[in-house]
Nanobody
Framework: HLVESGGGLVQAGGSLKLSCTMS????????MGWYRQTPGKERELVAR????????NFADSVKGRFTISRDNAKNTVYLQMDNLKPDDTGVYYC??????????????WGQGTQVTVSS
């Protein structure tokens, strides 16, 4: 079970922090990812973090602006988004990464959280 929150409407250059809380599986076993879906495009992975939080990776489009972190005690993963651009607009989803994969999601999707960046 995945519950994303923290989305909203923000002006270009602004910041948002997304949260995703999970239940129903052993959170600390899994790498985690934040994905983004924009109209007309497939869902893409924008950030991921290893099971222990020691390594992160970002899509080129968000590198240097987004930060991913996790709190295994709270079964929660975060996405700090700074210097937001209109192209960042979309629905953001989190998911565990399938064991052995750095891209593929492990579980059914949650409802996502809408991020809208105005110019």
């Amino acid at each position: 079970h995945l519950v994303e929150s923290g989305g909203g409407l923000v002006q270009a250059g602004g910041s948002l922090k997304l949260s995703c809380t999970m239940s129903g599986f052993t959170f600390s076993w899994y790498g985690m990812g934040w994905y983004r879906q924009t109209p007309g495009k497939e869902r893409e992975l924008v950030a991921r973090i290893t099971f222990n939080g020691e390594d992160t990776n970002f899509a080129d489009s968000v590198k240097g602006r987004f930060t991913i972190s996790r709190d295994n005690a709270k079964n929660t993963v975060y996405l700090q988004m700074d210097n937001l651009k209109p192209d960042d607009t979309g629905v953001y989803y989190c998911n565990a990464l399938k064991i052995g994969s750095t891209v593929n999601p492990a579980w059914p999707w949650g409802q996502g959280t809408q991020v809208t960046v105005s110019s």
